[in-house]
């Protein structure tokens, strides 16, 4: 799809929508980043991201209309000075024709960035998550043990247990560092009503749930 017909999609929602959902690959991080920093210069404010699909090989994150009048005198000022976005114009804080950012919005979409991988790092973090890793180890080990392999069954237990505690581990240790660096860049932290934590801007509050995907 052409970045015009990408941004006018985005466009069209933040005319009719409360809600924009920006959805890609999940491996596009940057991509999506440079979008939900451009629909938050239309007076939106970041929500949260998940990825979904098979394979969780889909990213969608969601942005929310903020009431905010600093959000709304926003949307007023870039409506005016960017009118031909979508339609072969520039694109407030895009690279002409590009998703990339311009130089002046790379720390914001970095944010964006950093914003989206604690989302999506404390999805696979969720207690549901772990349960369903470790039950799928559980299958595997008796699967082994119903062929009347017991040492086979006991090694791959202890070796696939700890390659899972490890990779627990190393990801609660990268959101960690993730959270440091949103702290550093004035979010503040908050806990949903599942107890996952976010990071939220000072003064706003979590948006009510219209995320399909979240539960």
């Given at each position: 799809?052409?970045?015009?017909?990408?941004?006018?999609?985005?466009?069209?929602?933040?005319?009719?929508?409360?809600?924009?959902?920006?959805?890609?690959?999940?491996?596009?991080?940057?991509?999506?980043?440079?979008?939900?920093?451009?629909?938050?210069?239309?007076?939106?404010?970041?929500?949260?991201?998940?990825?979904?699909?098979?394979?969780?090989?889909?990213?969608?994150?969601?942005?929310?209309?903020?009431?905010?009048?600093?959000?709304?005198?926003?949307?007023?000022?870039?409506?005016?000075a960017y009118p031909q976005a979508g339609n072969g114009g520039a694109?407030?804080?895009?690279?002409?024709?590009?998703?990339?950012?311009?130089?002046?919005?790379?720390?914001?979409?970095?944010?964006?960035?950093?914003?989206?991988?604690?989302?999506?790092?404390?999805?696979?973090?969720?207690?549901?998550?772990?349960?369903?890793?470790?039950?799928?180890?559980?299958?595997?080990?008796?699967?082994?043990?119903?062929?009347?392999?017991?040492?086979?069954?006991?090694?791959?237990?202890?070796?696939?247990?700890?390659?899972?505690?490890?990779?627990?581990?190393?990801?609660?240790?990268?959101?960690?560092?993730?959270?440091?660096?949103?702290?550093?860049?004035?979010?503040?932290?908050?806990?949903?009503?599942?107890?996952?934590?976010?990071?939220?801007?000072?003064?706003?509050?979590?948006?009510?749930?219209?995320n399909p995907f979240a539960g």
């Amino acid at each position: 799809m052409s970045t015009d017909r990408t941004v006018s999609r985005i466009l069209q929602q933040i005319a009719t929508q409360d809600v924009v959902e920006i959805t890609d690959s999940a491996t596009a991080t940057g991509r999506v980043a440079a979008q939900v920093h451009l629909v938050e210069q239309y007076g939106f404010e970041y929500g949260e991201a998940r990825r979904h699909g098979h394979n969780k090989q889909l990213l969608t994150v969601f942005l929310y209309r903020d009431a905010n009048p600093e959000a709304r005198a926003r949307e007023a000022a870039t409506i005016a000075a960017y009118p031909q976005a979508g339609n072969g114009g520039a694109a407030p804080g895009l690279l002409p024709g590009t998703l990339k950012p311009l130089p002046e919005a790379e720390a914001a979409v970095a944010l964006a960035k950093d914003r989206i991988a604690f989302d999506v790092m404390g999805q696979a973090a969720e207690p549901r998550q772990k349960t369903v890793a470790w039950a799928m180890l559980g299958v595997a080990v008796v699967v082994i043990l119903i062929a009347g392999k017991y040492l086979v069954a006991l090694g791959a237990g202890v070796f696939l247990g700890g390659l899972l505690l490890g990779f627990f581990k190393l990801g609660e240790a990268r959101r960690q560092k993730l959270a440091q660096r949103l702290q550093a860049a004035g979010l503040v932290a908050v806990r949903d009503e599942h107890g996952i934590q976010r990071f939220l801007r000072p003064g706003r509050q979590l948006p009510g749930h219209a995320n399909p995907f979240a539960g």
